[in-house]
């Protein structure tokens, strides 16, 4: 049998339509539109890719947006300029500085600077605390896309083995943190332990986010378990993510696409989260 596919651009679709809908009650009821800011630094072709789509997709759900942009060689203190002014903009509601930043920037001390109730990415050491000790974050919007995901076709997940692939801070850890959340037994797994086909074939849920073409083959796979593919891997195939669908999608139970899955969910959560930090703000 062959797993169900969780079209994650139909689920973000339905998304974005209730973020939109949530706008226009805000604008009618409280007279606020809510803002996003976002702040590129340098050319690189996939953030520009990246800054345009949210902006187009901002626009799109009837918030206000905003794009700042800042030559590859921009000193450091133009950019904390350029986010000291965002904290301080009441127009703004969430502010995202796409990564990477060019190799001379203090990233940390950029992602420090942005105020924790904007910080819509929930880059912010405070987020990231709120969120390991089960308070209210602002979670990252990757993790929080595929928990979303989870959600949708389980329902309770409490109790599963979930097995993580990768430690990233914008994807892994804070995915393991949600599911712990979830009252998962949760692993986090990455590219340094033993063992890893073992330790997939434990996991009812699988979340690779690892950034290796089709790392995870389908006989790691458990039958019947739930996958959801981070990976955005550009190859001569073509976009693939890190888990190898063809074998993959004959063994999961269900399994999300590239593209078409998790890719779709990160935007809509990113403007989801701004509607919250602007209801958080309006409180
Ligand atoms: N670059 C790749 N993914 C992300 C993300 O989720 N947020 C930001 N700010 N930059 C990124």
Not at 35 to 55: C, F, M
Not at 193 to 202: E, I, P
């Amino acid at each position: 049998m062959t797993a169900t596919i969780i079209d994650g651009k139909a689920f973000a679709g339905r998304v974005r339509e209730k973020v939109a809908a949530h706008v226009a009650r805000l604008k009618e009821e409280h007279g606020i539109t809510p803002g996003l800011a976002v702040v590129l630094v340098g050319d690189d072709p996939a953030s520009e890719v990246y800054v345009r789509s949210k902006g187009k997709m901002t626009k799109a759900v009837g918030m206000l947006s905003l794009e700042y942009r800042l030559q590859a060689d921009a000193a450091q203190d133009e950019v904390m300029r350029v986010v000291a002014e965002l904290n301080a903009n009441p127009e703004v509601h969430g502010i995202l500085v796409q990564l990477p930043l060019p190799r001379h920037m203090d990233e940390a001390e950029v992602l420090a600077a942005i105020d924790p109730a904007k910080d819509v990415d929930g880059f912010h050491i405070s987020n990231v605390g709120l969120l390991g000790t089960g308070q209210r974050a602002m979670v990252p919007c990757t993790p929080l896309g595929c928990l979303m995901m989870l959600r949708d076709h389980h329902g309770d997940l409490t109790g599963m083995d979930a097995v993580v692939i990768g430690r990233s801070n914008i994807v892994g850890k804070p995915m393991a943190q949600l599911l712990l959340g979830e009252s998962c037994t949760v692993t986090i797994a990455h590219s340094r332990t033993r063992n890893l086909a073992d330790v997939v074939r434990r996991a009812d849920i699988v979340v690779a986010a690892v950034g290796r073409p089709k790392m995870v083959p389908g006989d790691w796979i458990k039958p019947g378990a739930t996958v959801i593919d981070v990976g955005i891997n550009r190859t001569e195939d073509g976009l693939v993510g890190d888990v190898d669908f063809a074998s993959a999608v004959e063994v999961a139970g269900a399994i999300t696409p590239v593209p078409g899955g998790v890719g779709p969910m990160t935007i809509a959560c990113l403007l989801a989260n701004t509607v919250t930090a602007c209801c958080r703000a309006n409180d």
